[in-house]
């Protein structure tokens, strides 16, 4: 058993100038699939303290970290020493004010090594309060008896009598499906491997993984709902068949079918559901049985936390093992004292979620792989939440991210709204899909917002099952409608801007989204950088396509995956880096008001050609920029300005995506259509665009598969290094009159753009050399957008200014 605290004396003798003996620290940069060095130099801390992190070693054994308030007071100096991993959160929360840290390492030999560079931070006054406590007393926590998970044996008793009081219909409808399962109890025998001469990733391939899957749930968590159940007054066959269902899944393979590396859909399930249900019916079970479940879960557990730790710690960016290392946690808990490893399970999953949870986020809000994968995994995490809360008595939604997660939503999925836009699977999901979450969270929060657009959904939806009694009734939340919100914001963290005339209904808004994330196109987050995607009342006019039903398929890979998928951009044909962090982009800037807004991507970074010059595998950079900036002039016209600068002369495709067929008239008049609702499109630059169009994949899905999108092509008339698109978009319900008439002219530095709009006019600067003064109708700017709407009186109603420059290096 390793346990990564070491003792003061061992570390104090480990430390003598005797024994130690020079050694380099590695302080290499962190790489892109790297969580980093956090805090990092001129962070602004959202938790005191702040949870570290740096470069694992080989060969360290302990880490030290010193750490200084900038008052050099005598309480101002932090020393911890005697870490085993490379991440630590301290027990005790930090005064306010500015702070640097460094860290070193010790060697099992006793050398130490040089001190790291000093990185600053500061730690504001309204930081949340998170220390995370020690390991002994974090282990003490947990109950000895059982059950540990969920509920605490002392609770047992209020929750029976809750059980034949106020939340009798919960425990009826528990009744209910123990009833059932007594009838028709789940097969339990083992489940099928794959046969050697299937193919990976065929129809048939994807029948028996996901199957498993399910088979698993069924078997495990019927007999955690049977063993929950008897424990609140339920019949006591319900516990005898929760053991027998335990004991027959006890004798699979721990490597076989359901094996966590070998399919881990089924051996997640399966870990977590065990555990559950072996402390829920821990007392039934002789300790001849009991001693069987610990050697299948001992197998178990540590093919988890092999590949988990400590990896996890410093690569974390996995998507399946974001949920893995809470699952591990759970059997940890549920196997405390009675597995030797257990304890080290419990102690590095804690480590994980106060150092390196969320993954796919930071403080604003947002979720990289989209709203499908946010909730699914933020709807799992919160069994973590009930799990941490009853056994060690540690409140998940102290995380800043909790008090913000439940906007992402509201902003991307206003209530009606179809197609969640960005993320695998997201353009499956309506509005209504979010509502249990979004339930949990409003009232773990206390949060009126998320509240109100639960009840525009109809109200509440409780979680089912014992998760669902184990949470109870959930707090009433006042709900507050989103008028003191603005009705657009840009996520930071993921790259994404969603904006809105309202978040009040979508079938009454009109909705731009945008992405230029600095994480990339990794992982279920594959769409490219600078795409885009247009809704209006209710309709997707301007979408992302292809089909999720098989991930890393050749349609997901070579569609999915592709810029061609996207509203977007290709150079001689060839998009953004596949599903890769290197693939970077960054939102430069961010406006809003209630009239206008506007937000500028570059993405030039994502173009990366092979280079057989430089060796296998190597990138050259294709292009040297690619800005996007997009002016929403709410309701009723979208402006779209790219301007692009390629490293040699290139040939550059202008895609666009919708549900129905395009009607092109010319590149002045296109129309998208969707429902009752239309998009006139106006492609203003560059003049002589070739289009195609086609309802094809390449390659196309399944056969059985026959939805098909729409997919139009304008390419640019000839070869170039710098070229600019000035397009406009006006989305209007199919019964509205439109106004069409803009102008385009190409002035000294940039362009001018006027447009009429349906109450009033549109004058916009766009700039097309940085250093260079644009100057038109008494407007003047430098290296920025600027965008001024008058009334139809003349009189001027907001102008805006954004930065559309990239930053320099």
């Not at 050099?72 to 702070?99: E, K, L, M």
């Not at 699914?376 to 919160?382: A, I, N």
Request: net charge negative; glycine share 8%.
């Amino acid at each position: 058993m390793n346990v990564p605290q070491w003792p003061a004396l061992l570390l104090c003798l480990l430390s003598s100038p005797a024994l130690a003996a020079p050694l380099a620290l590695d302080e290499r940069p962190a790489g892109q699939e790297e969580w980093g060095y956090r805090p990092s130099d001129g962070t602004v801390a959202e938790t005191t303290p702040p949870a570290f992190s740096w470069r694992p070693q080989a060969g360290i054994v302990a880490w030290e970290i010193e750490c200084q308030h900038e008052d050099q007071g005598t309480d101002s100096r932090h020393r911890f020493d005697g870490i085993g991993f490379n991440v630590f959160c301290p027990p005790a929360a930090f005064r306010p004010g500015s702070y640097a840290w460094r860290y070193r390492g010790i060697a099992k030999d006793g050398a130490i090594t040089n001190w790291s560079r000093s990185r600053k931070f500061t730690i504001p006054d309204d930081a949340a309060v998170m220390p995370m406590p020690p390991r002994e007393e974090l282990l003490a926590r947990i109950p000895k008896s059982h059950p540990r998970l969920f509920v605490r044996p002392e609770k047992l008793p209020k929750l029976r009598e809750l059980a034949a009081g106020t939340m009798k219909p919960q425990f009826q409808r528990l009744v209910a499906t123990c009833d059932k399962l007594l009838v028709a109890p789940p097969p339990t025998d083992e489940p099928k491997k794959y046969p050697a001469d299937m193919e990976r990733g065929s129809e048939e391939w994807k029948a028996l993984w996901w199957g498993n899957r399910v088979y698993t749930i069924a078997a495990l968590d019927g007999a955690a709902t049977l063993g929950f159940t008897r424990l609140l007054g339920g019949k006591e066959e319900y516990g005898q068949l929760a053991k027998r269902i335990l004991l027959d899944c006890a004798a699979w393979d721990p490597h076989g079918a359901t094996g966590y590396r070998y399919n881990d859909e089924a051996g997640m399930p399966y870990a977590y559901y065990f555990s559950r249900a072996y402390t829920f019916v821990h007392d039934l079970l002789s300790d001849e049985q009991r001693e069987h479940c610990r050697q299948i879960m001992t197998a178990r557990g540590r093919e988890m936390y092999q590949h988990l730790c400590p990896r996890h710690l410093w690569q974390p960016y996995s998507s399946h093992s974001n949920r893995a290392w809470h699952f591990l946690g759970e059997v940890g808990i549920a196997f405390l004292d009675e597995i030797d490893d257990a304890d080290d399970w419990v102690w590095f999953a804690m480590n994980v979620f106060y150092n390196v949870y969320p993954v796919w986020s930071d403080g604003d809000g947002g979720w990289h792989e989209g709203v499908m994968y946010w909730s699914s995994y933020v709807g799992r995490f919160t069994w973590w939440a009930d799990v941490m809360r009853a056994a060690m008595e540690i409140d998940a939604f102290d995380k800043p991210y909790f008090a913000q997660s439940g906007y992402y939503p509201m902003y991307l999925m206003p209530p009606g709204k179809t197609d969640g836009g960005f993320g695998d699977g997201a353009n499956r999901r309506r509005s209504g899909d979010v509502v249990p979450l979004m339930s949990e969270l409003a009232a773990q929060a206390g949060n009126g917002h998320w509240q109100w657009y639960v009840d525009q959904h109809g109200g509440a939806v409780p979680t089912s099952g014992y998760v669902g009694f184990v949470r109870g009734q959930l707090p009433t939340v006042a709900p507050q409608p989103p008028a003191d919100l603005p009705a657009s914001r840009w996520f930071r963290g993921t790259g994404q801007a969603y904006l809105n005339t309202t978040l009040a209904n979508a079938a009454e808004a009109v909705q731009v989204i945008f992405k230029s994330s600095p994480m990339g196109t990794r992982s279920h987050g594959n769409e490219g950088n600078n795409s885009f995607g247009l809704w209006a009342y209710g309709e997707p006019l301007l979408i992302r396509t292809g089909h999720y039903y098989m991930y890393g398929g050749p349609h997901h890979r070579d569609w999915v995956w592709s810029t061609r998928s996207l509203n977007n951009i290709t150079v001689n044909g060839q998009g953004q880096i596949k599903r890769s962090s290197a693939a970077k982009g960054e939102i430069l800037d961010f406006q809003t008001t209630p009239s206008i807004d506007v937000v500028v991507g570059e993405a030039a970074e994502s173009y990366q050609g092979s280079d057989p010059a430089k060796g296998s595998g190597q990138r050259r950079r294709l292009l040297d920029r690619y800005t996007r900036t997009i002016v929403f002039v709410k309701p009723d016209l979208v402006l779209v300005y790219d301007r692009l600068c390629a490293v040699e002369p290139a040939t550059f495709e202008y895609w666009l995506h919708a549900k129905n067929e395009f009607q092109v008239r010319g590149q002045r008049d296109i129309q998208a259509h969707a429902g009752d609702v239309q998009c006139r499109i106006d492609l203003l630059a560059p003049e002589r665009l070739e289009f195609s169009q086609t309802n094809q994949y390449d390659p196309n899905p399944w056969p059985q598969i026959t939805a098909r999108e729409w997919h139009l092509t304008a390419t640019a008339p000839a070869a170039a290094k710098q070229i600019e698109f000035v397009a406009l978009y006006r989305p209007h319900r199919t019964r509205d009159a439109v106004p069409t008439a803009a102008t385009l002219q190409r002035v000294a530095g940039g362009y001018v753009l006027e447009a009429e709009i349906a109450d009033g006019r549109v004058v916009a600067l766009l700039p097309a050399a940085d250093d260079a003064t644009l100057a038109a109708g008494g407007l003047t700017t430098k290296g920025e957008v600027l965008v001024r709407r008058f009334a139809a009186d003349g009189t001027v109603v907001e102008t805006v200014t954004a930065v559309a420059m990239p930053r320099e290096d």
